[in-house]
């Protein structure tokens, strides 16, 4: 199991002070990773349980995503009190407004655009350039985005909700396109194919195995995981 071992990385997680987001960095400090989150809420009880449950760093900042100056503000004050430390983001912070089609106004729609999208997407942006300049060797970033972007969802109102995941699922594949070059130790072999510029080992594929085959994945059924370096969405 050691290819999921997250000991000594750190972590940044949004909207992580409740639930998914919360459960996100739960499940990454368990894994071994320093984890900070950023919220405009206090975290739950649940957060403060995890430094000492799991043995590693944890740190909550109060930051808004959707305002630039307290996203970079956030990402200063991350930056120093973490040494500059990131290895994994994920900018999982979202509303929805649960308000008929009809009905929705500029307002409603702009909040929405500027927290999942606008906001992802600078989270996002920031922690690359985080990583790029500190050079880590293991970076991921982890969007969020939801069975919404493929799907009305029959018990919510969620016609611009819906328009912001699918904003978020169509970003991923270019972003994660043009962030390829800054991972050098991923740039052999089959480069002309796989966005991630390799071949896959044996064991790149093993977690997912590990993961389908445990109750980590009791939550999915009839759907697919792809681990392809990016070939299928090139
Ligand atoms: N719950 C689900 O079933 C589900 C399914 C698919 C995707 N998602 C996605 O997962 C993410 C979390 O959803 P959840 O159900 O845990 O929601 P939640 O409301 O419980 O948690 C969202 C968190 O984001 C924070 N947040 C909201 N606006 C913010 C801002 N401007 N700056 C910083 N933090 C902000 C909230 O304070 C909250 O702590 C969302 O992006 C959501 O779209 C959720």
């Known amino acids: 199991m050691s290819k999921f071992s997250l ?20 499940g990454l400090a368990e894994a071994g990773a320093n984890v900070a989150v950023f919220d405009v809420v206090s975290p739950d009880d649940a957060f403060y349980a995890i430094e000492k449950d799991c043995g590693v760093r944890t740190a909550f900042y109060e930051v808004d995503i959707s305002s ?22 994920v900018p999982c912070a979202g509303i929805n407004r649960h308000l008929p089609f ?49 799907i009305a969802v029959r ?11 699918g904003a978020v699922r169509a970003m991923c594949p270019a972003i994660a396109k043009e962030l390829a070059e800054y991972f050098p130790h991923l740039l052999e072999g089959w480069k002309t194919e796989a966005m991630n510029g390799r071949i896959a080992d044996p064991e790149d594929i093993m977690g997912a195995c590990v993961f389908l085959a445990s109750d980590a994945s009791s939550y999915m059924t ?8 990016g070939v299928t969405r090139w």
């Open 7 to 26: 000991r000594g990385r750190t972590a940044l997680v949004t909207g992580g002070a409740r639930g998914c987001g919360l459960a996100f960095a739960r």
């Open 68 to 89: 630039q100056e307290s996203l970079e503000g956030g990402f200063t004050k991350f930056q120093q009190d973490f040494d500059n430390a990131l290895d994994i983001c």
């Open 102 to 150: 009809l009905e929705f106004t500029y307002k409603d729609h702009q909040d929405l655009l500027s927290i999942n999208v606008m906001g992802l997407y600078f989270t996002a942006q920031l922690a690359a350039k985080q990583m790029i300049a500190n050079k880590t060797t293991h970076g991921s970033i982890i969007l969020v985005a939801s069975m919404a972007s493929h």
């Open 155 to 165: 018990s919510q109102l969620c016609s611009a909700y819906c328009g912001t995941k």
């Open 222 to 229: 009839g759907s697919d995981i792809v681990v392809d370096g």
